[in-house]
């Protein structure tokens, strides 16, 4: 097997380092506090290679998360794409995708980059941290550090779900308020409440119908067996912000198609909803316009997501992900809607190279 690296920049590891000794130090301030901030981004696999998706933009990003944490990269975005296509072709991760794709292993295999910035452990000054361990929540003592890592994912919301829609939920937990923790900063610490909505989803199997619940309780009851008709798996949660409008998933932005007579309409949360910026809801939007379709930010109620034609998720991982239930309310007529399959069709098309890259968001390696 091939030696696979990690990029570090910590006190005490800097450049390619390999998988099995990139670690940090235990008492590294993120890990007590949550204080770090990361990206995901993605690599297609095209006919001339890997191309990275919008990966300055993901860089510009990281760099403003950073800003909000008042931590200083040593790097601009260039330097980063840089450091980042190194790392891929250090990995042989494109050989790597195309013998787990030929074999069988993965379905859908793409390369995913994860960078991550966050405070780390001080090292100097200390000749004996037992006396003092440097470890108060002031995280302004602590060096800014970060790795990147690139390795190989598949379908993240599953493949059925990209076929047939997801089934999803909306969470008890409200997305972060405003002046509580800036979601406008792709934050470690934001992610605390995005797994609890993401477990909560992960735990909850939703009936259709309450005639399926009363069959299938009586059916358990009595110690029998019984076939499941109507019964949900949910694969993510829609959390709605602190005001109870809708917010964004646990990793995912979202967007509902309403029909207005024959004209179709996209609405989406604006950015002051307690919403990641996401860099595929920009895209989204771009292209969504340029096929001619009204796209609308704004509030959206809870009930108009029952209600609407269409909803799906957009995202690095999810890309755009059709939804046919929420809460086991079947959403327009329950399949994958027209509107979303158009968007998702053109998207994938620019990302994959088989459609033109007009707007310049492939980077190749
Ligand atoms: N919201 C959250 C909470 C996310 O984690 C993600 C994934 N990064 C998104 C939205 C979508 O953002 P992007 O399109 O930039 O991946």
New binding site residues.
């Given amino acids: 097997m091939a030696i696979r690296y990690i990029y570090m920049h910590t006190f005490d590891k800097k450049g390619f380092v390999p998988w099995e000794e990139a670690t940090i130090h235990v008492l590294s301030h993120v890990i007590h506090y949550g204080s770090g901030v990361f ?2 981004i ?1 690599g297609y696999r095209t006919k001339e290679g890997i191309a990275i998706f919008r990966g300055k933009d ?1 860089y510009l ?1 990281l760099i403003k998360s950073a800003k909000i944490y008042r931590m200083e990269l040593p790097f601009d975005e260039n330097k980063f794409m840089e450091i980042t296509k190194e790392l891929i072709k250090k990995n042989g991760l494109m050989e790597t995708l195309d013998e787990v794709k030929s074999s069988g292993r993965m379905k859908n295999p793409f390369v995913y980059i994860r960078p991550v910035v966050f405070r780390g452990y001080i090292s100097e000054e200390y000749d004996d941290p037992v006396i003092q361990p440097p470890l108060g929540v002031n995280p302004l003592k602590n060096p800014t550090e970060f790795f990147i890592a690139a390795f190989l994912w598949d379908d993240y919301l599953g493949e059925k779900a990209i076929r047939e829609g997801a089934d999803i939920i909306t969470s008890s937990w409200s997305r972060l308020a405003p002046n509580t923790i800036p ?1 406008f900063a ?1 934050g470690v610490a ?2 605390a409440n ?1 797994q609890l909505a993401k477990m909560e989803a992960e735990l909850t199997i939703v009936a259709g119908s309450y005639e399926e619940k009363l069959r299938l309780k009586k059916a358990f009851e009595n110690g029998e067996k019984a076939s499941l008709e109507d019964v949900r798996f949910p694969v993510e949660s829609i959390q709605l912000n602190s005001e109870g409008y809708v917010s ?6 979202v967007f509902v198609v309403k029909y207005e007579g024959s004209k179709a309409r996209i609405y989406t949360p604006p950015l002051y909803a307690s ?9 989204i939007i771009t292209i969504a316009r340029d096929l001619g379709y009204d796209v609308v930010e704004t509030e959206i109620p809870r009930g108009m997501l029952y209600t609407a034609d269409e909803v799906f998720f ?5 890309e755009v992900t059709p939804i046919r239930s929420i809460d086991g309310i079947v959403i327009g007529n329950g399949k994958p809607g027209e509107v979303t399959l158009k968007i998702r069709e053109e998207y994938v098309g620019i990302a994959r190279g088989e459609r033109e890259d007009r707007y310049g968001w492939l980077e190749y390696i």
Avoid at 248 to 253: P, R, Y
Avoid at 314 to 318: D, F
């Fill in positions: 990206e995901g993605r993901h990003r979601t792709k934001n992610y995005a964004e998933g646990a990793g995912e932005n919403i990641l910026p996401g860099i595929t809801r920009d895209s957009t995202g690095t991982a999810a």
